[in-house]
């Protein structure tokens, strides 16, 4: 099983637009996808076939000691989905506390889960540094970071290097996209600029252009590259869908100075 995390320390930076486009692209491709959302927006789903947000998920199961995979749905494109699903502060309490007492316990559910070895699951994070966000970090073979080309997003760079220490992913596992970019305003195209300058190569080349086709994807409940094959945004999402494909699962140790203690 090979772990991708999707994080960011910018809320509204597309991380669960990444996490259902990557999947469908994997599963066309007659890979074994598994998409799970750690997020309680409950909007993985809805990209992802439902018409709605999904009324069961994992999160209600795992808090009671329940069986994650009872809230799964398979979609159109044969993604294997597990939606957040509706829940309550208490039980997202719950879920803290379980982590807070295991920091494992992520990595613990997943290996429960009935699926194939060679499967690949997208983990699709709240906004770091939310425990479970921390706990996708700590259990994943490859990291990418949605990042806005924005000010805020340039001013995050100590932040997302501390994310990134986190993991146990090899640095050549770990890359930064950047998302929702609209190279027709200043703003974002400066802050492309500097945040090449900051990152050098890490930064991957495949810019995520904001257009009107992942809105209309997601009023369809389908992936971009269905609704719109040709669109800027479904090229720029092949390519870092084919940056994933390249990255080598192999993960490196953190050193005990990097690991986030268990929060």
């Known amino acids: 099983m090979r772990v991708i995390a999707v994080v960011s320390p910018l809320g509204g930076s597309g991380r669960t637009t990444l996490v259902a486009n990557l999947a ?21 789903g809805m990209h992802l076939g439902m018409p709605r947000p999904a009324s ?25 989905v597990l939606p957040f699903g509706p829940t309550t502060p208490d039980t997202i309490t719950t879920l803290h506390q379980l982590l807070a007492a295991n920091p494992q316990w992520l990595q613990d559910q997943l290996a429960l889960l009935d699926i194939p070895e060679d499967c ?8 770091w540094p939310s425990p479970l966000a921390q706990a996708a970090l700590r259990c994943a073979d490859a990291v990418l970071v949605a990042m806005e080309a924005s000010a805020r997003g340039c001013a995050s760079m ?48 495949y810019t995520v252009h904001e257009d009107e086709n992942l809105s209309r994807a997601l009023a369809a409940s389908q ?41």
Do not use: K
Request: some cysteine; glycine content about 6%; overall charge negative.
């Open 223 to 263: 992936s971009v590259n269905s609704v719109a094959p040709h669109a800027q945004s479904a090229h720029d999402l092949q390519g870092i869908f084919h940056w994933l494909s390249a990255v080598s699962p192999v993960q490196a140790q953190p050193s005990p100075a990097t690991e986030v203690a268990a929060p």
């Open 24 to 44: 469908s692209l994997g599963a066309r491709q007659g890979q074994s996808i598994l998409a799970i959302e750690l997020c309680a927006q409950n909007l993985l």
């Open 158 to 205: 100590d932040t997302v290097r501390a994310m990134l220490q986190a993991s146990p992913a090899a640095p050549n596992a770990q890359g930064i996209a950047v998302t929702r970019f609209d190279p027709r305003r200043a703003s974002h195209r400066e802050a492309l600029t500097t945040l090449r300058q900051q990152w050098g190569s890490q930064l991957l080349p």
């Open 120 to 127: 690949t699951v997208l983990l699709d994070t709240p906004q």
């Open 56 to 80: 069961q998920g994992w999160a209600a199961l795992a808090a009671t000691g329940s069986w994650w995979a009872d809230g799964s749905f398979d979609n159109t494109d044969g993604v294997g």
